[in-house]
């Protein structure tokens, strides 16, 4: 596996920018411009909705580096 990956240094930003970004994209090309989404009427809360999922996705998992090692 990439040792960038590895890293939560590392991970955790890279993974809260690209969620932000995906949630900008959505709001860009599929958002709802009448007002009554509440997620994707305004480009900053889905956006900021895509960065809380991206950090949710780049926070490290319970595995061990043995467990993953050993398969």
Known sequence: ???????????IPFAVLTGAAIGYAYYYFIGCYSGTCPITSTWHVSTLYGALGGFL???????????????
């Open 1 to 11: 596996m990439n040792p960038f990956f590895n890293n939560t240094k590392l991970r």
């Open 57 to 71: 996705i780049g926070l490290p998992n319970k595995k061990k580096q043995n467990e993953i090692d050993a398969n």
